[in-house]
């Protein structure tokens, strides 16, 4: 079992929607959990944080984790087409961070 | 200009040369990371690096070296390139604080093996 799992999609949605990312994770010694964005050839971005269990907003963003059942999400209310990305997941590790392999988001004008 | 920069962006080579990747950050960060991106496996990890002088392997090392004479530079060199080394290479960095949750990415090199 990957240490990370994330559904590479593509996930095509409209404008306007609430779009749901998800990973799982099997190592419950993971403590911060975090979401990066990519744009096409870009190098990916830190989008959110979160430390432990719990949620954090962040404008139209919020990042969720629920280490009981080792899932994360990101949602990302009133979507727009600058949203449309590579949303990459990822944890920590013995000082450095695992990542999920990102999933390819459109958001249909 | 303060940031990350790779070079060259963009890179064509022939297999069995030698080539080096080039990564130099302005904010004095202590760690400095290697990845390489490729379909279907994500960012995995080469070499890094947590001070000048200091390395240390990743995942995938075999077939590349690096270096750290500086702080601030930090290349990756492939010995004798080989196809299956065809991908998408990103530096990152990192200071102590944020070592936990928060890489700086650069725009990658996109280098192509034939």
């Known amino acids: 079992q990957k240490e990370v799992e994330q559904d590479p999609g593509p996930l095509s949605v409209p404008e306007g929607a609430i779009v749901s990312l998800n990973c799982t994770y099997s190592?419950?010694?993971?403590?911060?959990f975090m979401w990066y964005r990519q744009y096409s050839r870009k190098g990916p971005e830190l989008l959110m944080y979160?430390?432990?269990?719990g949620n954090k907003e962040d404008g139209r963003f919020t990042a969720q984790v629920d280490k009981s059942s080792k899932y994360i999400s990101l949602f990302i209310r009133d979507s727009q087409p600058s949203d449309s990305a590579t949303y990459l997941c990822?944890?920590?590790?013995?000082?450095?961070?695992?990542f999920g392999k990102g999933t390819r988001l459109h958001i249909l004008p | 200009d303060a940031g990350i920069t790779q070079s060259p962006r963009y890179k064509i080579t022939e297999t069995g040369r030698q080539v080096t990747l080039m990564c130099h950050q302005t904010?004095?960060?202590?760690?400095m990371f290697w990845y390489r991106q490729d379909l279907g496996h994500g960012l995995r990890l080469i070499y890094y690096?947590?001070?000048?002088?200091?390395?240390d392997k990743g995942e995938v090392p075999d077939g590349y070296v690096v270096s750290r004479s500086k702080t601030e530079n930090f290349p990756l060199t492939l010995e004798s390139a080989t196809r299956s080394q065809t991908s998408v290479y990103f530096c990152?960095?990192?200071?102590?604080?944020?070592?936990?949750?928060?890489?700086?990415f650069g725009s990658g090199t996109r280098l192509t093996v034939v």
């Open positions: 904010w004095s960060h202590s760690y």
């Open positions: 979160t430390y432990s269990s």
């Open positions: 690096s947590a001070a000048a002088d200091i390395t």
């Open positions: 990152a960095s990192s200071g102590v604080r944020q070592l936990d949750y928060g890489y700086t």
């Open positions: 190592n419950s010694a993971f403590q911060y």
């Open positions: 990822a944890m920590n590790r013995d000082d450095k961070i695992i």
